[in-house]
């Protein structure tokens, strides 16, 4: 057991790549994550697996997508059949003799889909909090009741809108307890603090409360553009985006220091974000790069960039690859990697360009969105989503037998 490290993954809700700097960017939000991606391993074309939590998360504690249904089906009982269809993330590390711990203040990846199996402590802060209540009805009730809900539950302090600082201490606990222990361990941490409504702390603001507060009541009620004040809102909205990033990185500089150098630490988003750039859409679900194109990287480990693209289904792999103290290069990544969502896209990643198939049709284009004219790229593309549409048919097909015999009972 003394071969195994200690393994910290934290995923950050929301966080878009063209915010960071090991990655690009130019503007200074991410001095820690700089610091810690520059030693270490970074995944220059990580793919999230679908545009939205629900969708991405359940894979990449999985390894595997969800099962497609119709449009009518519960997709939170079929978010619950994937996440019970086999070994968890979690659920790997405790096979590996690991103390587990999660930390989430989502609650689509809450206990109430059964991300808590694996965990010997798990907290999702879902006690009383009125979106709790929601997502078990099922019901929510309408864009104002919605939008009530929200703002209530931020009020509260509770929810998707509970800051880092509220429950660091907890996590700190929980690493003074697990230090005592002669097993490894692997802890997981959700942070929520870079999804919407956008709403820094009071240290981490570059503009007035107010100003972050019209700019998010702005997005909440539909973004419209071509009103007098709509660009000075996107402009708003863009400066508190960027203060949760900042005040998001100063908790990677905290955990980072609070964990020992051997332990693998590892950082990635869920899903981006998309401010306008396309069709006017703005916040998270579709496929546009901004949205599927995440930051993920590996502090404490020998320095390496991994150019090819990466789906975030293949964490499992590399953070278990990690835990026994393996070096992960090039051959983790795979030429094509492929991304969903509920709305009948599905697109082909293959780095420098992107196949896109939607219920009104199919293109090829550049990572940046510029169409290309490439019959190849249109095969490659089509062969790879076709095949995994049929891999799926057939994966659907066993289970609804399984399933059939076991309702049926013993002949």
């Not at 990846?109 to 991300?115: I, V």
């Not at 990677?252 to 590892?266: N, Q």
């Not at 795979?334 to 939607?358: C, E, M, Q």
């Not at 004219?373 to 609804?400: F, K, W």
Request: hydrophobic fraction near 35%.
């Amino acid at each position: 057991m003394t071969d195994m490290h200690d393994v910290v993954l934290v995923t950050i809700d929301s966080f878009r790549t063209d915010r960071c700097g090991f990655l690009g960017s130019d503007a200074g939000l991410t001095p820690a994550m700089d610091r810690l991606a520059a030693d270490g391993l970074v995944f220059e074309n990580a793919v999230a697996p679908a545009g939205a939590t629900s969708g991405s998360s359940s894979t990449f504690f999985t390894g595997r997508y969800p099962i497609e249904r119709s449009t009518a089906e519960d997709r939170k009982a079929v978010m619950r059949q994937n996440l019970k269809a086999g070994r968890t993330l979690p659920q790997q590390f405790k096979d590996m003799g690991y103390r587990t711990a999660g930390f989430t203040a989502n609650p689509w990846t809450s206990r109430f889909f059964g991300y808590d199996a694996g965990f010997d402590h798990f907290e999702d802060f879902m006690d009383g909090d009125l979106t709790s209540d929601t997502i078990e009805k099922g019901d929510r009730g309408g864009t104002f009741s919605d939008l009530t809900s929200q703002l209530l539950n931020w009020w509260q302090g509770q929810d998707m809108y509970m800051s880092w600082d509220a429950y660091y201490d907890q996590i700190l606990d929980w690493l003074d307890e697990a230090r005592e222990g002669d097993e490894p361990f692997f802890l997981w941490i959700f942070l929520v603090d870079v999804h919407m409504p956008y709403l820094p702390p009071k240290g981490y603001r570059s503009q007035s409360s107010a100003a972050a507060y019209a700019a998010n009541a702005w997005l909440f009620g539909g973004a419209k553009q071509n009103t007098p004040l709509s660009g000075l809102l996107h402009d708003r909205l863009l400066r508190a985006y960027d203060d949760t990033v900042r005040f998001t990185d100063e908790f990677v500089d905290r955990i980072a220091r609070a964990v020992d150098d051997d332990t693998a630490l590892c950082v990635h988003a869920d899903h981006g974000e998309s401010f306008g750039e396309r069709d006017g859409h703005y916040g998270h679900g579709s496929l546009y790069e901004e949205t599927v194109r995440v930051p993920l990287f590996v502090a404490n480990h020998p320095q390496d960039r991994i150019k090819r693209p990466f789906s975030l289904a293949g964490l499992p792999a590399l953070l278990t690859r990690l835990g026994r103290g393996e070096t992960v290069d090039d051959s983790i990544a795979h030429p094509i990697v492929t991304s969903r969502n509920n709305d009948g896209w599905r697109v082909a990643h293959g780095g420098s360009w992107r196949y896109t198939r939607r219920p009104e049709g199919e293109s090829v284009e550049t990572a940046d969105g510029d169409p290309i004219d490439d019959e190849e790229l249109y095969d490659i593309g089509q062969s790879v989503i076709d095949h995994e549409i049929e891999a799926e048919e057939e994966r659907r097909r066993v289970i609804d037998a399984a399933v059939e015999v076991t309702e049926s009972g013993p002949l």
